[in-house]
């Protein structure tokens, strides 16, 4: 199955400042690679995705890179806010039958006021 | 309001109980999925189903048992076989595996075992 590690497992940031997580996996076949951002006491939701084919995306301050040669992706949220503090997960997986998500342990970021 | 529905909220068992968690969803969505989330793990699967009245053993099946007799229902069953049922459960669906994509997520049930 698919081994999934999340580095840092915590990062603290200073509002304003950019941050970067990173996920690693193991499965040369995934395909699919989305980040999940889950507030305290919330549900995890999508906050951004890729696919294979491409290296880069952008939603307004996210962004995510993909090496599909190195084996990972990363998170990127620039100019920080308060709101932003939360767990994230990345869940690498391939598509087809019975496909399932592997979620890494996930990252506390806080972003200090 | 459409998304998923999971129920009880908060729920309370002594040991040696059967308990089921209840998952609805009105996506039209034919894969569903059940998570358990302890502080530090991560989401690891329970069970996942991809069609009605099919679900396969996830990571950590063992304790556990599940239904899917209708496309939008999802129940979980907790056994007294479960041997550290106390956590948080999250129920998720999605389109199916042909597009495997966004998860859509419950709010959770948080089972507690006295």
Redesign the interface.
């Known amino acids: ?1 698919e081994n999934v590690e999340q580095h840092p497992s915590t990062l603290s940031v200073q509002e304003g400042d950019s941050a970067v997580i990173k996920c690693t996996y193991s499965d040369s076949a995934s395909n ?1 690679f ?1 980040w ?1 951002k889950q507030e305290l006491g ?5 906050i951004i ?1 890729i696919r294979s084919n491409v290296g880069e995306k952008k939603d307004q301050r996210i962004a995510v890179t993909l090496n599909k040669t190195a084996k990972h992706f990363s998170l990127h949220i620039t100019e920080t806010q308060p709101e932003d503090s939360a767990v994230y ?1 990345c ?1 690498p ?14 990252i506390t970021l806080s972003v200090r006021p | 309001d459409g998304g998923i529905t999971q129920s009880p909220k908060y729920l309370f068992r002594k040991e040696g109980q059967n308990v089921t968690l209840s998952c609805e969803q009105n996506l039209n969505h034919d894969a569903m999925y059940w998570y358990r989330q302890d502080p530090g793990q991560g989401l690891r699967l329970i069970y996942y189903s991809q069609i009605v009245n099919d679900f396969q053993k996830g990571d950590i099946a063992e304790g556990y048992s599940v239904s899917r007799e209708k496309k939008e229902s999802f129940p979980l069953t907790v056994t007294s076989a479960q041997k550290n049922p106390t956590a948080f459960y999250l129920c998720a669906s999605s389109m199916g595996w042909a597009n495997t994509g966004e998860l859509f997520f419950g709010e959770g049930s948080r089972l507690t075992v006295l």
């Open positions: 199955g699919y989305p999940y919330k549900r995890p939701q999508l995705d997960f869940a997986s391939r598509t087809g039958a019975n496909s399932k998500l592997t979620f890494g342990k996930g």
